[in-house]
């Protein structure tokens, strides 16, 4: 069968229908139950593969224990569902067991011209087991055409695919095949060691229907052997199974051949009873079985002794029988008819009729001989063709697994030059950030302010709306490093980072501009708002405290310098020079205030900061609210 996906990612309704037909062969019964229930929870949880696996081997069975229209039914509900999934595999084996349907109802051309267009897809796609139902329906076809050469062919390579290890026990209908095939070229030795070989694989499988045909077949080469006495055992073991599903099936049941084996073992009683049993039956649908069926009459009225009645018998089926042009009729049985016929116009004393029949038997059986010489060769020359054609796709699918592997590779490469990539672009990104953040505030740069100043200066040009620079200096804070140490001030450094990008707009951009030194950009902001924003920060800043208690006297203060593109000139450097005097103008003022640029006066409304800075015992983190 084609290979499964991973065990985990197959649905267990789906597994449970899989697992029913690789064991429809080698447990019939129980295989039909899986796929039964496999049908049921396909339904109920609409999963439309396990329902096709599920409906393709109810439809297999169907053919040997159910009718064809049940058997028809399945198969093309489940070669729909395949089509639909466009599963071709299963699409196809869908076809193969469609083919065995139509050929088993007698419609054998029809069934070869469904088939035989798929057959090079099919070896291309299916493997082992499933390769060999495709190659053994095709076979079957050819032999309900009669073409016994075609057929042993397509047997013989089905067989080599159809291994014991791997076939799922299809080697044993296989060889059940192949002696039928060999049977109907004459060649009944060979047919009787592939029959005893298709027995011997039946042993350990529960599939009565498989061992019914196997022994049907041995008597049959039995009995064309000449020893009819030694199938009697394999007569009772078949009326040993019942008809029926627990058995070998209602359909194909074959009671003709064994009522003339009987009849030519000289057991009259038991071959009336099969002729009976025979007569119980559906009508015969193939050429031969009709004439099997007239010939089992015939000589159990010629052994009561009813010869005219005899001659009745074979008078249904003799203008077919002398008919070159019935489709599916065989030579082997046409063989066995007049070879009957001969001996009962004999017994009659019709030495003219019996020597006319024994002439037409003589012809037939230099054809079925003629026929079995161009079987073996017709067989060899197809086995080459079809053993070119697996090295050619054994040649495609190792040119596949190569690219394949190619591609995997280079799939790996990808990944591995991806993976390098995104690690080059990450430490590019580290890079990047160490280059323009300030470790101790977490803060942009002055790097990054001089980068994308102008353009934020250009974007408010363009946009006509205001960007609001501003400079700030944290009050006091060289006294603080000086009395407190460097660690407290670098403390206050981050404390008043984190203030800030706690406290601005998304849109806002806050660098360390150096030392102690802060520059804010603050777009679509004029000078005025940007002076209320900073004065509420101011406000903030002196509000914190650091944890552990420890207080500073005078309190924390920073002071800034506001200038704006609408009242200062718009350009980087003349922006930085207006707000750097702005901050310079607030510190002469006695710091603690936040003044604008054009508006000097503004100094003398703040409040001044009282002076000195008181000691401290103990350390800590500042905090702002």
């Known amino acids: 069968m084609p290979p499964l996906p991973s065990t985990a990612a197959v649905h267990p309704t789906l597994r449970q229908a899989r697992r029913a037909w690789s064991t429809l062969l080698t447990d019939a019964a129980r295989a039909f139950v899986a796929a ?37 039914t399945e198969l093309r509900q489940a070669a729909s569902l395949f089509a639909t999934l466009a599963d071709r595999a299963g699409e196809i084996l869908a076809t193969a067991g469609l083919a065995r349907t139509l050929w088993r109802g007698g419609h054998f051309r029809q069934a070869v011209d469904l088939v035989l267009p798929v057959r090079d897809e099919g070896l291309r796609v299916l493997r082992h087991h ?33 291994g014991p290890r791997r076939g799922h026990g299809f080697d044993a209908v296989l060889h059940c095949n192949l002696a039928n095939e060999l049977t109907q070229l004459g060649d009944c030795e060979q047919a009787l060691r592939h029959a005893n070989q298709g027995l011997v694989r039946c042993e350990g499988m529960r599939n009565p229907y498989l061992r019914s045909a196997l022994l049907i077949n041995r008597i049959i080469i039995l009995t064309d052997l000449g020893r009819p006495e030694e199938t009697l055992a394999d007569i009772a073991a078949v009326l040993a199974m019942p008809t029926d599903a627990s058995g070998r099936g209602h359909n ?92 009962l116009h004999a017994e009659r004393g019709d030495a003219a009729a019996a020597l006319a029949d024994l002439r037409r038997w003589q012809v037939l059986h230099q054809r079925q001989d003629a026929q079995a010489h161009r079987a073996h060769y017709r067989s060899a020359a197809l086995q080459t063709e079809l053993l070119r054609l697996t090295h050619r796709l ?51 740069n002055r790097r990054h302010l001089n980068e994308v100043l102008p353009a934020m200066v250009a974007m408010a040009q363009r946009s006509r709306t205001p960007l609001a620079v501003v400079l700030i200096d944290l009050d006091h804070f060289k006294a603080v490093n000086d009395r407190l140490g ?125 002076g000195g800075l008181a000691t401290c015992s103990t350390a800590g983190t500042p905090s702002c609210a």
């Open 394 to 444: 054994q040649d495609s699918q190792a040119k596949r697994r190569i690219t394949e592997r190619s591609r995997a590779k280079l799939a790996e490469i990808n990944e591995q030059l991806a993976h390098r990539i995104a690690e080059v672009q990450s430490l590019q990104e580290a890079l990047r950030q160490q280059a323009v953040i300030d470790t101790l505030t977490g803060l942009h």
């Open 36 to 72: 039964n229930r496999a049908l049921d929870r396909a339904l109920q949880e609409a999963d439309p593969r396990a329902e096709a696996w599920a409906r393709m081997t109810r439809g297999l069975h169907l053919h040997y224990y159910g009718t064809l229209a049940e058997s028809e």
């Open 252 to 343: 194909a049941l074959h009671f003709e051949p064994l009522a003339i084996a009987a009849l030519s073992a000289g057991e009259h009683a038991l071959g009336a009873e099969l002729v009976q049993c025979m007569l119980a039956g559906p009508a015969p649908l193939l050429p031969d079985e009709r004439i099997e069926r007239a010939v089992a009459l015939a000589m159990l009225a010629w052994m009561q002794g009813r010869l005219a009645q005899a001659h009745a018998h074979l008078a249904t089926v003799q203008a077919q029988a002398d008919d070159d042009g019935v489709e599916g009729q065989s030579l082997r049985v046409r063989c066995q008819y007049f070879q009957q016929a001969s001996s």
């Open 486 to 610: 460097h660690p407290v001030g670098d403390q206050l450094l981050a404390a008043f980072g984190r203030l800030l990008a706690g406290n601005l707009r998304k849109s806002d951009l806050a660098c360390r501009y150096g030392g102690e030194e802060f520059c804010l950009l603050m777009p679509r902001s004029g000078a005025a708002a940007a002076r209320r924003k900073v004065q509420a920060l101011l406000r903030r800043w002196r509000a914190c405290t650091l944890d552990g208690g420890l207080q500073f006297n005078p309190p924390l203060s920073f002071s800034a310098g506001v200038a704006d593109t609408h009242t200062t000139p718009a350009e980087t450097a003349a922006l930085l020079r207006a707000a750097d005097q702005a901050l310079l103008n607030a510190k002469q003022a006695g710091r603690g205030r936040v003044l604008l640029a054009d508006a000097q006066a503004d100094a003398d409304t703040d409040a001044a900061a009282a």
């Open 130 to 162: 499933d390769r060999a139902v495709l190659l053994n329906a095709i076979g079957g076809c050819y032999s309900a055409l009669g073409q016994s050469e075609q057929a042993m062919a397509y047997m013989h390579e089905a067989l080599r695919d159809a």
